[in-house]
């Protein structure tokens, strides 16, 4: 009995600090100009809607709201999409996508505009919640840092 | 015992919950950032009027399946005459219907197209409701259909596919192609006649895919006039005498097999058969946004004429 107890405080204790590492991200309109604010970026430009389903299969029932940004000029894979899925379970859809994404974009880079292979290396994809993100930049650090601020 | 048991269950259960809280991260691996550093180009000038050459033009002399490297290049200008604008401003208005069950398939160059498509669609209607299939992985011809075996395919909403179950899908009216470029650039020693056959090839699939829609192809352009050669491209005889053979060759068999062509070569070429620098994104072959905007004129004229 005692054990149990013991069992169940445990948990108790160990949860919270779980769910304290749950970022609060805001929207992703305004999560990316926070990342813009914060990390010196190329300029790019937005492109959510068409092509971001042709680029990745998301399809707009998926979310609720989302940015698709890509590079302004030039030809490097600079890439950032952040997307908030409209539940749980199309988050892990949408993760889904966006690895097959990062992935085909890495494939694509081992045969031609073979020196950004290692920007597309350095490349993610994260979920936090109900947010999924493809983060391609030579800056994904700095990203990173910029989403785990808001906790 | 039993509920200590049913209490370190529930706590299995619960820690890994929890950890799905936390961000998830592929592997992230430093690299160091790589520079492509083309060498400059020198900046050209535009003498020739836009064309916009319909299928039933008389088509240049017919390709040569020898190709010599080319090995002078026209020294830089060092002060360069005013640009002149050569982009056609199309006589009729933009005809975006045209273009709302279209579908243009390409390599990077056509890339390069769709984005400068995308960017322009969140301020103004572009090409209708056209869709893009593109790919930045180097795509030849032969890869489409067969004739290499590097794994390469085009990936569609997130799906690689061969471009014939792509295509199939589609319920596309018209297609508009645009691709060669790596044929000639990832061979050795390219034939013209044999990526000539390939496109054929192609086409032929696209129309069996699609149940006979219009199939549309547009030149390559031309490269930048920079001796420059970037790494992945196999072929050092890569030049704008190639280019311009295999363009002679696309034209010729599109008048022969009555496909609808688009000549957009010439137009974005200076006097020195070059792409000019204004219009390069990479000092190579691809368009920016600049050498975009004169194709989608030039495809907008092209709708005008029916």
């Given amino acids: 009995m005692k054990a149990f107890w013991l069992a169940i405080l445990a948990a108790m204790l160990l949860l919270p600090s779980c769910a304290s590492k749950e970022l609060n991200l805001p929207e992703p309109a305004e999560l990316f100009e926070s990342v813009k604010a914060k ?113 | 015992m039993a509920r200590t048991i049913v209490a370190l269950l529930l706590l299995l259960v619960l820690l890994p919950s929890c950890q799905a809280l936390e961000p998830n991260s592929l592997e992230q691996i430093a690299a160091p950032s790589p520079e492509a550093t083309p060498s400059p180009s020198p900046v050209p000038t535009l003498t020739e009027e836009p064309t916009v050459a319909p299928a039933t033009d008389e088509p240049s002399e017919e390709p040569s399946p020898d190709v010599a490297p080319e090995t002078d290049y026209p020294e830089p200008e060092t002060d360069p005459p005013e640009l002149e604008t050569n982009s056609p401003e199309p006589e009729n208005p933009k005809n975006d219907a045209y273009f709302d069950s279209a579908v243009f398939i390409g390599d990077s160059v056509m890339e390069g197209i769709r984005q400068y498509v995308a960017r322009s669609r969140k301020e103004e209607a572009m090409l209708g409701e056209a869709r893009f299939v593109t790919t930045t992985n180097g795509l030849a011809i032969a890869d489409v259909v067969g004739d ?61 895919a699609s149940q006979g829609a219009e199939i549309i192809v547009l030149a390559s352009t031309p490269k930048t006039v920079s001796n420059w050669l970037p790494p992945y491209v196999l072929n050092n005889g890569f030049d704008n005498e190639l280019i311009s053979s295999f363009v002679d060759g696309l034209a010729a068999m599109c008048q022969s097999e009555g496909i609808g062509y688009i000549d957009i070569h010439s137009v974005l070429m200076d006097e020195s058969g070059a792409l000019p620098a204004e219009y390069s994104r990479d000092d190579f072959v691809h368009l920016n946004d600049a050498g975009a905007k004169i194709v989608v004129d030039m495809l907008y004229d092209y709708a005008s004429r029916g």
Avoid: C
Wanted: proline residues 3%; hydrophobic residues 40%.
């Fill in chain 2, 148 to 208: 290499w075996d590097r794994g390469l395919m085009f990936s569609y909403k997130g799906v690689e596919a061969p471009l014939s179950d792509i295509v199939s899908g589609m319920g596309a009216e018209r297609f508009i192609l645009l691709f060669g470029l790596n044929d000639l650039s990832a061979d050795l020693k390219p034939s013209v006649p044999d990526v000539i056959d390939r496109y054929m090839r192609m086409i032929a699939m696209i129309r069996e």
């Fill in chain 1, 39 to 151: 990390v010196e970026l190329p300029e790019m430009d937005e492109v959510s809607g068409e092509y971001l389903n042709e680029s990745t299969g998301v399809e707009e029932a998926e979310y609720s709201s989302a940015v698709h940004y890509i590079l302004s000029a030039g030809l490097a894979p600079d890439e950032i999409v952040i997307i908030k899925a409209k539940d749980s379970q199309t988050a892990g859809a949408i993760k889904e996508k966006l690895d097959k994404r990062l992935a085909y974009k890495e494939k694509s880079a081992e045969n031609y505009l073979t020196e950004y292979l290692p920007v597309i290396k350095k490349g993610l994809v994260r979920r936090d919640g109900l947010t999924v993100s493809l983060i391609v930049s030579e800056k994904v650090e700095e990203i990173e840092e910029v989403y785990d601020s808001f906790k």
